[in-house]
T-cell receptor, first 114, second 114 residues
């Protein structure tokens, strides 16, 4: 099993450009999440999908959109990138049968917006 | 509302000496608590989790943590540090009543010297 995979690993964008970060999991998990990690701030939740066909905003959703394409895949889109979106982005998944569960993380995407 | 405070942003120890990474939490519910580790340029890996069973929780690689409700603490310890333990460590609290939302602390960077 590959677990949670993310593409690309690195990306440089100019302000105003758009891009989509891809995430896939092969653990048959119901829930998927997108986080951003900034120095000294831990991880903050951008969007999550509790199950296929549903998405909800997290703590810092502004400037992002998501699509839960199917049970395996959950993408994050930046429509018009801004320098404030320079960060490391992590995708995660969990079974979500109820209660607190372990989330499994991908290796991350490093994004630089110039 | 839940929150997590990691009391040290950096900890430095010598190889073979004990490790103590401190974490205090605030939660309206009976919390679930986690410690995750992130090695340089890698994703996050679960070290251990507490979900209201035994208050002393053993994790991978010789780490353990003790849940102390009276002190609202969940400190991470290891008797003897190894060079491979150098990484960033995150204390995390989960909202059991919600959708498995995780609240991350800001992280503690552990350095291990020969």
């Amino acid at each position: 099993n590959a677990g949670v995979t993310q593409t690309p690993k690195f990306q440089v964008l100019k302000t105003g450009q758009s891009m989509t970060l891809q995430c896939a999991q092969d653990m048959n998990h119901n829930s998927m999440y997108w986080y951003r990690q900034d120095p000294g701030m831990g991880l903050r939740l951008i969007y999550y999908s509790a199950s296929e066909g549903t998405t909800d905003k997290g703590e810092v959703p502004n400037g992002y959109n998501v699509s839960r394409l199917n049970k395996r895949e959950f993408s994050l889109r930046l429509e018009s990138a801004a320098p404030s979106q320079t960060s490391v982005y992590f995708c995660a998944s969990s079974e979500s049968r109820g209660g607190a569960e372990t989330q499994y993380f991908g290796p991350g995407t490093r994004l630089l917006v110039l | 509302a839940q929150s997590v405070t990691q009391l040290d942003s950096h900890v430095s120890v010598s190889e073979g000496t004990p490790v103590l990474l401190r974490c205090n939490y605030s939660s309206s519910y009976s919390p679930s608590l986690f410690w995750y580790v992130q090695h340089p340029n890698k994703g996050l890996q679960l070290l251990l989790k507490y979900t209201s069973a035994a208050t002393l929780v053993k994790g991978i690689n010789g780490f353990e943590a003790e849940f102390k409700k009276s002190e609202t603490s969940f400190h991470l310890t290891k008797p003897s540090a190894h060079m491979s333990d150098a990484a960033e460590y995150f204390c995390v609290v989960s909202d059991r009543g919600g959708y498995n939302k995780l609240i991350f602390g800001a992280g503690t960077r552990l350095a291990v010297h020969p």
